[in-house]
């Protein structure tokens, strides 16, 4: 007589199960649920998770990207393809024309980071969005590991860490009032490493700057910034071509790349089990600000 095997879900599946399970939630609870979608890794995965979450269905729910004008040509191809690809609304929020139109200023400094927040919030209240999906996950930097899956954020926007709900065996409280609003982050129990597990197992593709290839740089605040216009070397520093990668994507005045040959999936999974810096302290000049100051634009009303 044949036993039966122990049925076992692997990492992976629970985690890409327990995403979807959030996905589905908030479609019961909001009426105006939206994605942010930057073409950076974790909103590919997020949109991977969509698609399977209401498929034979089309994704139920527009994406947003907060175009800061300052992005790596590379991504907003990636974004445009991926979107006509599956048929998405895509809602785009420009700090380009929130500038032209005085809403916001740009910094002295010229980078555009911190102004996309306002933005973000105008465009959040414009179409009246309740739930806006995240690709946040907590091992990210200690700001967000704070987060609670569904996040709560009050009229004006702004994040209050002591003002969370509790999130016991897996139920969720989407309740809000009007204009009040939940970010959600069903990427929250993931790390770097298991997103490019998925990333290899689902065969998703990427934007090329994510693998290994030849860019000039020039070493500023010991990170490897691409020369571009946004980046211009200054006086002593040294233009040199050098193999890199990004780890993330962000404004290409402020993301770092690093030194690697990694060049396939299989590469970059080795790579990233041996690090011991996460992508955003390793690459993120928006972050060394201060110490706290991804909990300070969060607080803010930043995602």
Known sequence: MSQTKPYRVSHLDALEAESIFVMREVMAEFER????????????????????????????????HVDTGHNFPEVLEYRDTRVTELGLNLVVAS?????????????????????????????VEKYRFDALFG?????????????????????FG??????????????????????ESIRVFPLSNWTELDVWHYIAKEEIALPSIYYAHDREVVERDGMFYAVNEFIVPRAGETVE???????????????????????????????????????????????????????????????
């Open 33 to 64: 649920p939206v994605l942010l979608f930057s073409g950076g890794k974790d909103s590919i995965v997020m949109l991977r998770l969509a698609e399977k979450a209401f498929a034979p269905a089309r994704i139920p729910f527009p994406v947003m």
């Open 95 to 123: 700090v380009q024309e929130a500038i032209d139109s005085g809403t916001v200023r740009e910094l002295p400094d010229g980078t555009r980071n911190r102004i996309q927040t306002p933005v973000l919030l105008a465009a």
């Open 135 to 155: 690709g946040a996950r907590r091992d990210e930097e200690k700001a967000r590991a704070k987060e609670r899956m569904f996040s709560f954020r009050d009229e």
């Open 158 to 179: 702004q994040w209050d860490p002591k003002n969370q709900r509790p999130e016991l065996w897996s139920l969720y409280n989407g309740r809000h009032h009007p204009g």
């Open 241 to 303: 071509t050098r193999t890199v990668r990004y780890r993330t994507v962000g404004d290409a005045s402020q993301t770092a790349a690093v030194l690697s040959d990694a060049d396939t999936v299989e590469k970059v999974i080795d790579e990233v089990a041996a690090t011991r810096i996460t992508e955003r302290g390793a690459t993120r000049g928006d972050d060394k600000v201060s110490e706290a100051a991804m909990e300070d634009r969060k607080r803010e009303g930043y995602f």
